[in-house]
């Protein structure tokens, strides 16, 4: 069963309000990688475009693999002490911090308009990254079925999902959009489950290029945030870990390091379902430590502040900004605003 | 032979100077796309973190394929008529606008600064667009060298090219930057040669969803953006060609169809190296095509203004704000700044 989407008229409808804030610049580039040589393939051929010349190709050569991509928006007075990183999770890229399904501002714009300027990545293989060819990395690419994604990320009990969106059972308080199941679609993007240790490397250097800053990151992300603190605590001056799927192992990992960086764990709702409480354990025990070597490690579990219904995609929620502003106060409250 | 590059310190050292333009939101959205139902593969285990449990895979269900993803800045008084798309070449993404290798900024910020609102998209199985499934596309991903991305974008001519970066030599007069090649292929990602119909589809729904505005393309994207403008005339008001590799076919195409958008092809130095007097021969009978049918298409060669030695990738080259001003005073000359 096929079926089109409308395209997204959100952007055209999203006309430009007031002047929200003043921009010194705008731009990406490219951080970590390594000029790797191919040699003995053999050479094919290929039309680049369909009235282009036959032309032959050699994939033999150097590439340069391993880099990492960030774009970032620097305003010209920032509030914030520090640039704020945003870091996205497993299946995504940086392209979640944008609008939201419903066209609605996400929150990228929403932490400028607290005064943040603002970095977006895409972590290795995902994104603007680029991927890298099969022969330098093991196994293959992870596409997550829309279903898949529906019940890893709370939006439904187990069971809930269908093909027809009339029939789709959200969690009866749920905040995510009835209808934003194909928006958040069209975000997913595959990887692979074998690059951890490229992934580390390329936010670790991202990390030492961008300096002073604030991580807030998201779901698989959270593994690699909190360990660049470890690695970096002169850089990172606190990390913001919005349902991480892993952390550093305290029998393995010095949390002392890190006693000087604030971090804050954020939780959605309907946190029994399979898998999280496995994932939630590691948070916990990561946090624990942080907090025996006189750490600050806070927790904030939405549903006892009131607020019922987040989904694992909150920065996607209909009430995501109210959860941002659940982290700016936190931000605030730990002296990292101006 | 592997050697580490070193990460970019360019935009930590790229310290916010004055303000310089007034913002009224920033986002990202995708365009385009379908839901498409896979059956019958068998299911498989996945750990999705280091520390996380083995879960069982079913790659079976629905996802969406097919779309395109745009980012956007919106001024919040644009001297601008119309918002700026920028789209990318082939074997890039939207990357390419942003900084430079040398940490400058790129076309992105210079045309913020002319009073554009600009979008940047990645194509259809490009940067945060996704790639798509296997099963869902013909043939595998392209990867290219850095000696062909030397030799095909004109930093040097054929046999110039070294994996030592002592020993490459540009032409005499390239404005390449002369330790510009490995940031270049940094922004590399890989491509297909197969899905021109997806990616056009998906670039007509942007077009449609995102109304009046100008293109400016580069390289692979020629193609699309002018059979864009075939499609909706009344949505692209310019076209800005730079160093096409591809337009519509005069015999199949009605140029007439677009005699009210005007065209401009840039095209830089050293145009007789294989195989861009084959590229530009398609441009020059599309421009003449318009030409005849009473439209407007202007060629800028840059030498012929007293610039010599730009590259294919002159949005990287040293002298790229003085290549974006000729286009900007051409955009100025056209009425398209209020």
Redesign the interface.
């Known amino acids: 069963?096929?079926?089109?989407?409308a395209?997204?008229?959100?952007?055209?409808l999203?006309a430009?309000?007031?002047?929200?804030?003043?921009?010194?610049?705008?731009?990406?580039?490219?951080?970590?990688?390594?000029?790797?040589?191919?040699q003995g393939q053999p050479t094919t051929t290929?039309?680049?475009?369909?009235?282009?010349?036959l032309?032959t190709?050699?994939?033999?050569?150097?590439?340069?693999a391993g880099?990492m991509?960030?774009?970032?928006?620097?305003?010209?007075?920032?509030r914030a002490k520090y640039p704020l990183m945003l870091w996205h999770g497993?299946g995504l890229?940086?392209?979640v911090w944008?609008?939201k399904p419903n066209?609605q501002?996400?929150w990228?714009?929403f932490f400028?308009r607290q005064g943040h300027?603002?970095?977006v990545s895409?972590a290795f293989e995902r994104?603007?990254s680029?991927?890298p060819?099969a022969d330098m990395v093991q196994g293959t690419p992870?596409?997550r079925?829309?279903?898949?994604a529906w019940e890893l990320f709370r939006i439904g009990p187990a069971g809930s999902w269908s093909?027809d969106p009339a029939k789709r059972v959200r969690y009866p308080d749920s905040k995510f959009p009835a209808d934003g199941a194909?928006?958040m679609?069209?975000?997913?993007?595959?990887r692979w489950?074998t690059t951890?240790a490229q992934t580390q490397a390329a936010y670790d250097?991202?990390v030492?290029?961008?300096?002073p800053s604030v991580i807030l990151v998201h779901s698989?992300g959270a593994?690699f945030a909190q360990q660049a603190a470890v690695t970096a605590p002169d850089r990172v001056r606190a990390v913001v870990v919005v349902e991480g799927?892993?952390?550093p192992?305290p029998s393995k990992v010095d949390a002392a390091r890190v006693k000087d960086v604030p971090h804050l764990f954020v939780w959605g709702d309907h946190m029994d379902a399979a898998?999280w409480p496995?994932?939630r354990a590691?948070l916990d025990r990561w946090a624990e430590a942080i907090r025996a070597a006189g750490g600050t490690a806070d927790v904030i579990d939405l549903p006892k502040r009131g607020m019922a219904g987040n989904s694992h995609m909150m920065m996607l929620d209909d009430n995501s900004d109210e959860v941002a502003a659940v982290i700016q106060d936190w931000l605030t409250a730990k002296g990292l605003m101006r």
């Open positions: 069963m096929n079926r089109w989407i395209a997204t008229a959100a952007v055209l999203a430009a309000p007031a002047r929200a804030y003043d921009v010194a610049r705008v731009g990406g580039g490219f951080f970590g990688g390594q000029v790797t040589t191919v290929a039309r680049f475009t369909a009235s282009g010349p032309m190709m050699d994939p033999n050569g150097e590439f340069v880099q991509y960030a774009e970032y928006v620097l305003l010209s007075a920032p497993g890229s940086g392209s944008g609008d066209g501002p996400g990228e714009d400028l300027s603002v970095y895409d994104g603007r680029g991927f060819r992870i596409f079925p829309m279903q898949q093909i194909e928006g679609a069209r975000m997913a993007v595959p489950t951890d250097a991202y030492q290029a961008v300096g698989q593994a799927s892993g952390a192992d898998p496995s994932f590691a």
